[in-house]
């Protein structure tokens, strides 16, 4: 079980941090993402995070201004988002990966999303 | 950025198969994961490691991997079916995570 929180509407150039409860699995054994989809758009990978927290890189788009991380001692997966354009609107999902590192991997399962908007 | 392309709609009459495509350079050399989306819902993962299904995900859904192109198959289409398809890989010259524009699967 995946669940997303605190996606809401900010100004451009604001801040937002998105969080993902996770159950069901040992969260430290695994990699984690977040994956986005703009209203009527396609998928884009975000970020990803190794199961110890040590090693995560991050979509071209973002760098810079997102930070992934992760409390494996809270099951919990976190988005820390600053200087946020119109451009990041979009639904943000978690979702795990099948290995603790964060190479060659698919994406499963999935969260049900949460909404951030950008918007004046 | 690596760009894996797919055609944006696929049209199939109930029964019939369904063939989605995904081209790109590195298909050849990395695993192609396939993910359906259902409108308003998560995607979920229908093939991964080129061919393999996850438990749960009918036998209906196959997948194949020829040169650069991957191709979703989806044997006797139902109703249910209809949905957006993405492809996706690792590219691993940017250890970036990349997926297909999608294709929409329409059930006539």
């Known amino acids: 079980q995946l669940l997303e929180s605190g996606g809401s509407l900010v100004q451009p150039g604001g801040s937002l941090r998105l969080s993902c409860a996770v159950s069901g699995f040992t969260f430290s054994d695994f990699a984690m993402s977040w994956v986005r989809q703009a209203p009527g758009k396609g998928l884009e990978w975000v970020s990803i995070i190794s199961g110890s927290g040590a090693t995560a890189y991050y979509a071209d788009s973002v760098k810079g201004r997102f930070t992934i991380s992760r409390d494996n001692s809270k099951n919990t997966l976190s988005l820390q988002m600053t200087s946020l354009r119109p451009e990041d609107t979009a639904v943000y999902y978690c979702a795990k990966h099948r290995r603790s590192a964060p190479v060659d991997d698919y994406f499963d399962p999935w969260g049900q999303g949460t909404l951030v908007t950008v918007s004046s | ?108």
């Open chain 2, 1 to 108: 950025s690596y760009v894996l392309t797919q055609p944006p709609a696929v049209s199939v009459a109930p029964g019939k198969p369904a063939r989605i495509t995904c081209g790109g350079n590195k298909i050849g050399s990395e695993s192609v994961h396939w993910y359906q989306q259902r409108p308003g819902q998560a995607p979920v993962l229908v093939v991964f490691d080129d061919s393999d299904r996850p438990s749960g995900i009918p036998e209906r859904f196959s997948g194949s991997k020829f040169g650069k192109t991957a191709t979703l198959t989806i044997t006797r289409v139902e109703a249910g079916d209809e949905a957006d398809y993405y492809c996706q890989l690792w590219d691993t010259t940017t250890d970036h995570w990349v997926f297909g524009g999608g294709t929409k699967l329409t059930v006539l």
